[in-house]
């Protein structure tokens, strides 16, 4: 909250009052008017991130590019384990 109220007070010189119909116009704004008018000055500031990227259908595969089918490899299949026998002459003893 306190980082809002300082970027509302610092942003009060470069924001301009646009009251709505109901509101008078002021020349020292309260916080709230200067958060009423803040997207504004966010539009003139501008973004520092990138432009979206085009959406829609690949390019898919370069012109001339030779196609070869995907390697497969053999299936790697673990047997069961079957428990260890246990000798008679352990049981004994």
Do not use: E, H, Y
């Amino acid at each position: 909250m306190p980082l809002l109220s300082w970027q509302l007070w610092l942003a009060r010189q470069l924001v301009i009052d646009s009251p709505l119909p109901w509101q008078k116009p002021q020349t020292n704004l309260s916080f709230g008017r200067v958060a009423q008018g803040f997207a504004a000055l966010l539009v003139r500031i501008g973004s520092p991130a990138c432009s979206p990227k085009p959406r829609g259908k690949s390019l898919g595969w370069k012109s001339g590019r030779k196609r070869s089918p995907f390697p497969r490899f053999p299936i790697i299949k673990k047997r069961v384990s079957r428990p260890k026998k246990v000798n008679k002459d352990n049981l004994n003893s």
